[in-house]
């Protein structure tokens, strides 16, 4: 195996519009491997299904990332922010992550998400009522990425009129590229967003309504089992987390479809195929890219390869789900997939608590855009579609045209 990281290269276009060549290059090359990834930091890759499963439940692999040997990744985020930051169910170990899922847990079983059927089916609608008209869009901006959004601000109680704030504080801390994020702009999107959940959260301690933000401050007010850090914290994951993967699948699903018209026909003439086809969207093409970050709290071995303590690993799920090993003809879109264990959600305890919403999402607005989208098709070529990087892959804009005379 080489001792030199290989270099993921996010200023590469063609790496950024397929990095899966890559990708099947170092799975091959190893089933452990150093890379240099998002904002220049370096971590191990894991690339193959069955090590990266038996990682997604290691308990040497830690969540919080103060068990990191690199500085640096504790250094991007502001002293002032870092504690309260830090406590996030995606952050944290049991005891406390197990305290903190079972607080939010009830929001997000299948059963309460079945029950927002109807609302995410009327928010499909009037989004594609709006463009239809039309016979052009951008699927990204005007329909994957207000539907997510819409759900989750509704589900939490956020105000509507707060919805482009929260997205552009968003997008300055978590999108990253090949170089390193700049701290000052960083650091001002933390405290922008703290300040305003801080105050939203005050709105809603005078002012308590039917969501799930007031029943979290409730619980921390009456039982004591939130402190208000841990609050300020479980409200930017449910608000960042409840959104920025799902427009990613969205988006992403309907490009994969694009580009495989034999399988975008087949689904239009069986909508029964949508459940199985977002699973295949997610193992072919998922919206985490490359993989799920752990930091090993002791030299941990995977495959034969020792890992340091304190080093950043990656579970490349990315990787993962196309490995042949456990995956017949992995790099083929097969809407029809049976056994599809992808591991896009991850496994174990931290395995995806809002899965359940984002494949409802994901069903009925791919299902109800090539209902109501007749002749559906890229109004520029596929090379000229720009994708997100850093940790999350989608397109950055997805412009189409359809027929509107039929779209009713």
Known sequence: ????????????????????????????????????????????????????????????????????????????????????????????????????????????????VAELRPRVQEITDQLLDAIVPAGKADLVEDFALPLPVTVIRELLGVPVADRHDFQRWTDEMILQGDEPPDPVRVGRA???????????????????????????IATRDEEHRLD?????????????????????????????????????GMLRDDPELLPGAIEEFLRYD?????????FA???????????PRGATVLVASAIADRDPARFPDPDRLDITRQDNAHLAFGHGIHYCLGA???????????????????????????????????????????PVTFTPDDAG
């Open 1 to 112: 195996m080489s001792q030199q990281p290989v270099l993921l290269p996010y200023a590469d276009p063609a790496f950024m519009a397929d990095p899966f060549p890559l990708y099947r290059q170092l799975r091959e090359d190893g089933p452990v491997r150093r890379a240099v990834v998002a904002g220049g930091l370096e971590a191990w890759l894991v690339t193959r299904y069955e090590d990266g499963l038996a990682a997604l439940s290691d308990s040497r692999l830690s969540s919080d990332v103060r068990d990191a040997s690199d500085p640096r990744l504790l250094e991007r985020l502001p002293a002032t922010e870092r504690e309260s930051m830090l406590r996030t169910m995606l952050r944290s170990d049991p005891p406390d992550h197990t305290r903190l899922r079972r607080l939010v847990s009830k929001a997000f079983t299948a059963r309460r």
């Open 190 to 216: 933390w405290r922008q967003m703290r300040s305003y959940l801080t105050r939203l959260l005050a709105d809603k301690r005078a002012r308590p309504g039917d969501d799930l933000l007031s029943a979290l």
């Open 228 to 264: 208000e850090d841990e609050l300020i914290a479980m409200a930017f994951l449910l608000l960042v987390a409840g959104y920025v993967t799902t427009v990613n699948l969205i988006g992403g699903g309907i490009a994969a479809l694009l580009a495989h018209p034999d399988q975008l």
């Open 286 to 294: 998922g919206p985490v890219n490359p993989g799920i970050a752990r």
């Open 297 to 307: 709290r002791e030299d941990v071995t995977i495959a034969g390869v020792t890992i």
């Open 356 to 398: 359940p919403l984002a494949r409802l999402e994901g069903q009925i607005a791919i299902g109800t855009a090539l209902r109501r989208l007749p002749h559906l098709g890229l109004a520029v070529s596929p090379g000229e579609l720009r994708w997100r990087s850093g940790g999350l892959r989608g397109p950055a804009q997805l």
